[in-house]
């Protein structure tokens, strides 16, 4: 079975700190790359997508490294509304119509004042 | 205003009794999503609907199945919940197939098999 492994967390960090995830995937046919955040006992919501020229969305940067097979996500400035944990998710070609999403289980980022 | 809706949001159900979780989307999205969530583990698709074309994943028991009576709703039917089908299920749309298309999830629903 295609896999995508994250750190295992939890991150505890103080408000103000930058903090880093990382992230691989065992295919290397995966097409794209995205960064979920999910809360406590809540949806998964997409937090931004990945590209290989990687990209940045405020306080959030996203890398992708397509030789290593490996993502990453940074947040500078961590806020405590930054609490969550973070899904990385891969893309894979179905075999059929539809979108086969892969996530990794997730890494849990606690925010302390 | 909520997009997807899942209820009910907590169901309780006995061992072998079956259930049906409900699934409804006011989005006009062409594709249905199922997950299944466990504590602590990955979100892990069952299977999703392009339009009336239910697509299973391969690993997915034969003890879960869907239907999709029309755009709006979609249901996951276990038939007889074992101890081990206690989940989170997920609920997402996504407008139609494709990485361009986001997938937005519902609240879930949280099955406890008693």
């Known amino acids: 079975r295609k896999e995508v492994e994250q750190d295992p967390g939890p991150f505890n960090v103080p408000e103000g700190a930058t903090v880093a995830f990382n992230c691989t995937y065992s295919n290397s046919a995966s097409q794209s790359f995205f960064w979920y955040r999910q809360d406590c006992r809540k949806e998964p919501k997409l937090l931004m997508s990945v590209y290989s020229s990687g990209n940045e969305d405020g306080r959030f940067t996203a890398q992708l490294n397509r030789a290593s097979q490996y993502i990453s996500l940074l947040i500078r400035d961590s806020k405590l509304s930054d609490s969550a944990t973070y899904l990385c998710v891969v893309y894979e070609i179905p075999n059929q119509a539809g979108t086969a999403l892969i996530f990794g289980k997730g890494t849990t980022l606690s925010v302390s004042s | 205003d909520a997009m997807v809706i899942q209820n009910p949001r907590y169901q309780v159900t006995q061992f072998g009794k079956p259930v049906t979780l409900s699934c409804s989307q006011t989005?006009?999205?062409?594709?249905m999503y199922w997950y299944q969530q466990k504590s602590s583990q990955a979100p892990k698709l069952l299977f999703h609907y392009y339009d009336k074309d239910f697509n299973n994943e391969a690993d997915t028991p034969d003890n879960f199945q869907s239907r999709r009576p029309n755009t709006s709703f979609c249901f996951l039917d276990i038939r007889s919940p074992g101890l081990g089908d206690a989940a989170m299920y997920l609920c997402a749309t996504s407008r139609s197939a494709g990485p361009s298309y986001e997938q937005y999830f519902g609240p879930g629903t949280r099955l406890t098999v008693t």
């Open positions: 989005l006009n999205h062409n594709v």
